[in-house]
């Protein structure tokens, strides 16, 4: 059970057990049985107190948004993953000469759209992605981005860049003849939904995003170069010593010329053991699911090879800050960011650079979580999030 106080001031405050003051004999008992209560009470001498108590399974730094609005309640959103659904069509859309991606619906077809843009890049999509969204309220659409997944040419590096990405989330909402649509990121996923934001404004009517990353130097040369070792040393050692070490002054390059070599088994052998080490390390606590995702040569193969083509890249962006730089042209847009306070893949400085530039957003930190949107905190926040906008879309005039 959480225990927590919201002053009646513009502050949002979170208060834990720890800080709460000792009540008077005459605060009713609030039975265990209801998942969340709350009453106003008022003290003497005190500012008046809203008072709620609830029953979770993961703890939030976070601003209270979601159970008091302006000084008022407001209904408590659901934290609960939905259903396993099915796709209710599939397709693939050739979006290039050289590329054709997979995509799917899912949902309600006449529902409220929402994209999810997955991870890596080079990750693809998977059936449980469609769990953080209302099946009954939104239609739900998930693709694979180039080279990823189902999509073909599988792991092509070839006319693939962040900007081609964004070219073909506009042709795949042309092709579905959908006007705009709400969109949701994680990690690598966040990135290509802030280039997307910033280049379509008046395509996006709100964005999710979690395990923020704004691929910038600083960012790959923690997890890459030896930062998130300090962590991870276990993890960190059969990554390191796949090079050789007269080639470890850049391990993001060593690993570019294995993953691009003519000889197959070498890029298998390098995709392997760059995959596991960020599947090791993208828990909190080890999921041991995750890790042996590392083994599949075919998954792996995508995950790396783009994944190293992008950050050897730089993200095909003109400057390492240009995400940060072009915020404002998204700021009035209703946006979430969800954040691990331990993610060591994509740790909280840039969640925390992204919240300074763009105040506006409500800011989620999931205090016992690392990177994974599977993690149970992560994942509450996400469909809160997602239940936030839905409400939102529900009471627009």
């Given at each position: 059970?959480?225990?927590?106080?919201?002053?009646?001031?513009?502050?949002?405050?979170?208060?834990?057990?720890?800080?709460?003051?000792?009540?008077?004999?005459?605060?009713?008992?609030?039975?265990?049985?209801?998942?969340?209560?709350?009453?106003?009470?008022?003290?003497?001498?005190?500012?008046?107190?809203?008072?709620?108590?609830?029953?979770?399974?993961?703890?939030?730094?976070?601003?209270l948004?979601?159970?008091?609005?302006?000084?008022?309640?407001?209904?408590?959103?659901?934290?609960?993953?939905?259903?396993?659904?099915?796709?209710?069509?599939?397709?693939?859309?050739?979006?290039?000469?050289?590329?054709?991606?997979?995509?799917?619906?899912?949902?309600?077809?006449?529902?409220?759209?929402?994209?999810?843009?997955?991870?890596?890049?080079?990750?693809?999509?998977?059936?449980?992605?469609?769990?953080?969204?209302?099946?009954?309220f939104?239609?739900?659409?998930?693709?694979d981005?180039?080279?990823?997944?189902?999509s073909?040419?599988?792991?092509?590096?070839?006319?693939?860049?962040?900007?081609?990405?964004?070219?073909?989330?506009?042709?795949?909402?042309?092709?579905?003849?959908?006007?705009?649509?709400?969109?949701?990121?994680?990690?690598?996923?966040?990135?290509?939904?802030?280039a997307?934001?910033?280049?379509?404004?008046?395509?996006?009517?709100?964005?999710?995003?979690?395990?923020?990353?704004?691929?910038?130097?600083?960012?790959?040369?923690?997890?890459?170069?030896?930062?998130?070792?300090?962590?991870?040393?276990?993890?960190?050692?059969?990554?390191?010593?796949?090079?050789?070490?007269?080639?470890?002054?850049?391990?993001?390059?060593?690993?570019?010329?294995?993953?691009?070599?003519?000889?197959?088994?070498?890029?298998?052998?390098?995709?392997?053991?760059?995959?596991?080490?960020?599947?090791?390390?993208?828990?909190?606590?080890?999921?041991?699911?995750?890790?042996?995702?590392?083994?599949?040569?075919?998954?792996?193969?995508?995950?790396?090879?783009?994944?190293?083509?992008?950050?050897?890249?730089k993200?095909?962006?003109?400057?390492?800050?240009?995400?940060?730089?072009?915020?404002?042209?998204?700021?009035?847009?209703?946006?979430?960011?969800?954040?691990?306070?331990?993610?060591?893949?994509?740790?909280?400085?840039?969640?925390?650079?992204?919240?300074?530039?763009?105040?506006e957003?409500?800011?989620?930190?999931?205090?016992?979580?690392?990177?994974?949107?599977?993690?149970?905190g992560?994942?509450?926040?996400?469909?809160?999030?997602?239940?936030?906008?839905?409400?939102?879309?529900?009471?627009?005039?």
């Amino acid at each position: 059970m959480r225990l927590g106080f919201k002053f009646a001031s513009k502050s949002n405050t979170l208060f834990t057990l720890s800080s709460l003051p000792t009540f008077p004999s005459s605060v009713p008992y609030f039975s265990p049985s209801f998942p969340s209560v709350s009453k106003n009470f008022t003290f003497p001498g005190k500012k008046k107190l809203s008072l709620f108590v609830q029953r979770v399974g993961y703890k939030t730094e976070t601003q209270l948004s979601d159970k008091m609005e302006s000084g008022r309640e407001i209904e408590e959103l659901n934290r609960n993953l939905y259903a396993v659904i099915e796709p209710y069509s599939t397709g693939f859309l050739k979006v290039s000469d050289v590329h054709t991606i997979y995509w799917e619906q899912s949902g309600n077809p006449d529902g409220y759209p929402v994209v999810f843009l997955h991870g890596g890049p080079g990750g693809g999509t998977s059936p449980s992605n469609r769990r953080f969204f209302d099946p009954e309220f939104y239609r739900i659409v998930l693709f694979d981005q180039r080279g990823a997944g189902k999509s073909t040419p599988h792991a092509c590096l070839e006319v693939n860049t962040t900007w081609d990405l964004i070219d073909d989330i506009e042709k795949l909402r042309e092709h579905l003849q959908i006007p705009e649509w709400q969109v949701f990121g994680g990690s690598w996923g966040s990135t290509l939904a802030l280039a997307y934001s910033e280049s379509h404004p008046e395509k996006v009517t709100g964005l999710v995003l979690r395990g923020i990353f704004l691929l910038r130097k600083k960012e790959i040369d923690w997890f890459y170069e030896g930062g998130a070792a300090a962590i991870y040393p276990d993890a960190w050692e059969p990554f390191r010593d796949h090079i050789p070490e007269n080639e470890r002054e850049s391990f993001v390059n060593a690993y570019h010329k294995r993953l691009n070599s003519d000889d197959l088994e070498i890029q298998y052998a390098a995709a392997r053991a760059w995959t596991k080490w960020e599947m090791m390390t993208a828990h909190l606590l080890p999921n041991e699911e995750n890790i042996k995702r590392g083994d599949d040569d075919r998954f792996s193969l995508a995950f790396a090879r783009i994944e190293n083509h992008y950050f050897v890249n730089k993200g095909f962006f003109p400057s390492d800050s240009f995400l940060l730089d072009n915020v404002d042209k998204i700021r009035h847009i209703s946006t979430t960011i969800v954040q691990g306070r331990y993610d060591v893949c994509c740790p909280m400085m840039s969640a925390w650079d992204l919240h300074k530039a763009f105040p506006e957003a409500d800011f989620k930190v999931v205090s016992d979580a690392g990177h994974s949107a599977n993690e149970p905190g992560i994942a509450a926040e996400l469909v809160a999030a997602n239940e936030k906008l839905k409400n939102l879309a529900k009471n627009k005039p």
